[in-house]
């Protein structure tokens, strides 16, 4: 592909309505293309590190990596100059990329030549673009030339996507954005791009400009706290303190006190007035975290907060007001406790007025490989290791697994395996491979998790009535519709109108017809 040939594609797709994951990578295809390399980056420069927005030729956990720029000089020197920069393959800068070549599967190869840029938006520096090959010489001085003359278009091709970012945000958040609110950035915290993720990311997005209570479901090590601060992030309360707290960490004899302060005197100890979290969440968020754990004496105060923003001191006479969005989590059915008499009905439907479930990581597919690399530069850094990676095997391993502590385990397990690594004698200058025995998956899970992707790709079973009706037929199957739903969020009736696409009061209402319901 001539350099007129590519200038003239990339120019091209600035035009087309492309989604802006797809215009990025397909401009990183393009250009590992037409320089015949082994790998092309996008690197978005957010704060002290490096994000990969699109990859083409590096290993499946490349997207999930964040590159600290102190740790890569070969990063640094890209940033800081203008034009391009090019390493050589004997160069003694280290590479970010060793070992993470996909270019053939199995074999830990370094890299041998590397050049890259400096990406410019409005002035500001937006982060780079880096080339790499395995084979010596491959980045001649034609091939820095062409990269230098291909500059303007590939920074044309990242404002153009940075453009329509803010369009969708402005979209989602009526047309305009509130004074004083920042505009939504890509979250850097949370890794994935499957469907469930992106699904409630867009959710989170909507209902984060309103005041609404949200209350977020999902299993233990699923990351109820980054999506807690992700939704302030996003809220016109921004700039106001998040004030996070542990209800199950409350001791019920201290909880009033910690939750709604005291006053000089109301108990043995209390020397002076003491403002609790509410007031110090006041124009802001307070995230209610495992909130099924509060006793119901708090639970009463809780709810009266709820309705009218007034908080009373223990020990005072005067209430207060305060002015406080509340976003409460639990890994529990709380509808199970409201049953059992062990949380207020009233205070669940307070709380619950929009509730969200994070789904747990066996059902975010390849996430689970974007977030070890995540984990993986994590511990390659903090180990003092040249590179840090995944065999084949190991990657499937991860894929299979059911995941029962989600992605905090995930985190243990890819931490626990690099240590082990080294402690086996691996050499600190070499690329390390974590193989499948390093991981300690637990075989049972790994075959329940085998078994459930077969089941998954299988067809689903229709259902099979002998003699029956059509209107039989189109019942058994809305019965089965539902209870997939129901079981897929945890019972949350809600959240299992969403992915019927029904609106929640006729979804009732056919359960109750179908004698789901009673």
Not at 147 to 169: K, N
Not at 265 to 289: H, M, N, Q, W, Y
Not at 323 to 329: D, F, K, L, P, S
Not at 455 to 466: F, I, K, M, R, S
Request: proline share 4%.
């Amino acid at each position: 592909m001539t350099i007129s040939a590519i200038h003239l594609l990339l120019l091209t797709d600035l035009v087309a309505d492309l989604p802006v994951a797809v215009r990025l990578q397909r401009l990183a295809g393009s250009l590992r293309a037409h320089f015949a390399c082994g790998a092309v980056a996008l690197l978005k420069l957010e704060e002290e590190h490096l994000r990969p927005v699109a990859v083409d030729g590096l290993v499946n956990d490349a997207l999930g990596r964040r590159f600290a720029v102190k740790d890569h000089p070969r990063l640094a020197a890209i940033l800081q100059r203008r034009g391009v920069t090019c390493f050589h393959h004997d160069s003694m800068l280290p590479d970010p990329y060793d070992g993470l070549i996909a270019e053939r599967v199995g074999e830990p190869l370094a890299v041998h030549d590397c050049m890259g840029m400096a990406l410019d938006v409005e002035g500001e520096r937006w982060g780079v673009v880096t080339l790499d090959a395995l084979e010596v010489g491959a980045f001649d001085a034609r091939a820095q030339a062409d990269l230098a003359q291909l500059a303007g278009a590939v920074e044309a091709a990242v404002r153009v996507t940075r453009l329509e970012s803010e369009i969708r945000a402005l979209r989602l958040s009526g047309g305009a954005m509130p004074a004083g609110v920042p505009t939504p950035r890509e979250d850097s915290e949370i890794v994935g791009q499957s469907t469930a993720i992106a699904q409630l990311l867009h959710e989170l997005q909507v209902v984060a400009d309103s005041e609404l209570p949200v209350l977020l479901l999902g299993e233990t090590g699923v990351g109820k706290e980054l999506f807690a601060h992700r939704l302030h992030r996003l809220s016109r309360r921004a700039g106001k303190p998040l004030v996070h707290v542990n209800c199950a960490a409350l001791p019920e004899s201290l909880a009033e006190s910690e939750l709604f302060g005291h006053a000089r005197g109301a108990f043995s100890g209390a020397v002076s007035d003491r403002p609790g979290r509410f007031e110090a969440a006041d124009g802001g968020t307070l995230f209610l975290d495992e909130v099924g754990e509060l006793p119901l004496s708090i639970q009463a105060k809780l709810l009266r907060t709820l309705q009218n923003g007034e908080i009373q001191r223990l020990g005072a006479d005067r209430p207060r007001r305060v002015n406080v969005r509340v976003v409460a989590a639990t890994n529990r059915s709380l509808r199970e406790h409201v049953r059992d008499g062990t949380f207020r009905a009233d205070l669940y439907h307070r709380l619950s007025v929009y509730p969200l479930v994070i789904p747990p990581l066996r059902e975010r597919g390849n996430d689970v490989l974007l977030l070890a690399g995540r984990f993986l530069e994590l511990n390659r850094a903090r180990l003092g290791l040249r590179s840090l990676r995944l065999s084949a095997p190991a990657e499937e391993a991860l894929r299979r697994y059911r995941w029962p502590g989600n992605v905090r385990e995930l985190e243990h397990v890819v931490s626990r395996a690099a240590l082990k690594a080294v402690s086996r004698g691996a050499d600190r200058k070499d690329i390390v491979t974590l193989e499948p025995d390093m991981l300690d998956l637990d075989a049972v899970e790994i075959a329940a998790g085998a078994a459930a992707a077969a089941n998954d790709d299988a067809p689903a079973a229709t259902p099979v009535l002998h003699s029956a009706s059509m209107q039989e037929v189109v019942e058994a199957s809305q019965r089965q519709a539902i209870r997939q739903a129901l079981a897929m969020h945890a019972d949350n009736w809600a959240a299992a109108a969403r992915q019927l696409q029904l609106d929640a009061s006729n979804l009732h209402k056919l359960a109750r017809r179908l004698g789901i319901k009673t």
